[in-house]
């Protein structure tokens, strides 16, 4: 099956799903990785709040597309029930952490003084580090794993089932920070490809088929 039998849509979700979870991660300033007293500082502070909110907002939104991928590879793909799986496992991981991450400021807005003044820094720095592993990594974890079914099951155009296979590790170790932005390219790569292929006669799977 090549890129021309998988739906468009499934393109536009995993290109939204890429974008919208990279730019809430980055754009948000969620502490973690090396701790900096200045980092969380920023990140909690008045004028901060809104934009991080939003921003994971955003994120948990983005996330949704991952939904759309899913159904169309469930439709179209002979581990489709497998990819389907993988692709609610991911959004529901990733709405979460989103929340976790951009609900730290929300605690911080609505406690008032008692909660900006007694949180201590290292206890926000621990939330936005596990706001950022459940909002990023464990979802690139469960879409990694799709990407290596894909990379192996599917009939995608060579480079493409390559670039999938070394996307999928790296989605796989996100939590190593470097991987993940190789985990990222693909997504747009993979998404920007799929949108633009061109299409064959639509080949739906029957549920029979899928295991023949």
């Given at each position: ?75 179209t793909q ?104 190789v985990f ?29």
């Open positions: 099956m090549s890129a021309s039998t998988i739906p468009r849509s499934a393109g536009a979700g995993l290109l939204v799903y890429g974008l919208g979870t990279a730019v809430a991660y980055l754009g948000s300033g969620t502490p973690g990785g090396s701790y900096r007293p200045t980092m969380i500082h920023d990140y909690v502070a008045r004028g901060h709040w809104a934009t991080a909110f939003v921003l994971w907002y955003v994120g948990a939104l983005a996330a949704l597309g991952l939904l759309v991928v899913g159904a169309a590879l469930r439709r002979r581990d489709g029930d497998l990819l389907w799986g993988l692709s609610v496992g991911a959004t529901a991981i990733s709405v979460t952490g989103a929340f976790v991450a951009g609900g730290i400021e929300v605690a911080v807005a609505e406690g008032g003084h008692v909660v900006q003044s007694g949180v201590s820094a290292p206890v926000v720095y621990a939330l936005g580090e596990i706001g950022n592993l459940l909002a990023v990594c464990a979802p690139a974890l469960l879409v990694g794993v799709a990407a290596l079914v894909l990379a192996a099951r599917s009939a995608l155009p060579g480079w493409l089932r390559a670039f999938s296979a070394v996307a999928g590790v790296c989605g796989i170790l996100a939590p190593l920070f470097l991987t993940y932005f990222t390219l693909w997504t747009v790569v993979a998404g920007i490809t799929l949108m633009a292929a061109r299409r064959d006669a639509a080949r739906v799977l029957e549920p029979d088929a899928a295991f023949a």
